[in-house]
């Protein structure tokens, strides 16, 4: 079922992405068409000035047509942000993703591929020198300890 469920995962982000870049490339266009309204000769651009010298609106430029599409330009900017955001976060999850995937793969090669070496049974180095830390092999410490714990309770009462 493991397989399944990224599979069905991999399809929604994979449709997120394609909506995603859908809305991204409608931004796009409409960047673009406000921009060919905006910039040309004897146009104001996307920051130059809607008053003649005097502070009067200028005559050859509509100044509310220009706010506006000013205006919706600055809008389209930080949606464009946002969904470029979005598309970033989703390419991380999708590779960090993968990353898991691979790793389980690599993890689950590793352990199919150690598994007979560990049914073989251990040396005699590595069980003598397993044997040889044990307390019941080294007396003198076991000794030690048990007699002066005797004698520090026997001069306490």
């Known amino acids: ?21 859908a809305r991204r490339k409608a ?8 921009v060919e ?7 104001p651009g996307l920051s130059g000035p809607l008053v003649d010298r005097e502070g009067f ?8 047509q220009v706010r506006t599409l000013r ?24 590779f960090a ?3 898991e995937a691979e790793a389980e793969a690599e993890a689950e090669a590793a352990s199919t591929s150690a598994a007979p070496s560990s049914t073989t049974p251990p040396t005699d180095a590595a069980t003598t020198r397993k044997t040889s830390t044990t307390p019941a092999t ?7 300890s048990t007699s002066t714990s005797t004698s520090a309770s026997t001069t306490s009462t």
């Open 37 to 43: 309204v905006l910039v040309g000769p004897g146009k």
């Open 57 to 64: 609106p200028r005559a050859d430029v509509d100044v509310h």
């Open 71 to 94: 205006n919706r330009y600055i809008c389209l900017q930080n949606d464009y942000r946002s969904v470029m955001a979005q598309a970033e976060e989703l390419l991380e999850q999708h």
């Open 27 to 34: 931004i796009e266009d409409e960047i673009a068409a406000i």
């Open 97 to 99: 993703r993968a990353r």
């Open 1 to 21: 079922y493991m397989g399944d469920s990224l599979l069905k995962v991999s399809d929604v982000a994979q449709l997120v992405m394609q909506a995603i870049n």
């Open 138 to 144: 080294t007396p003198t410490a076991h000794s030690t």
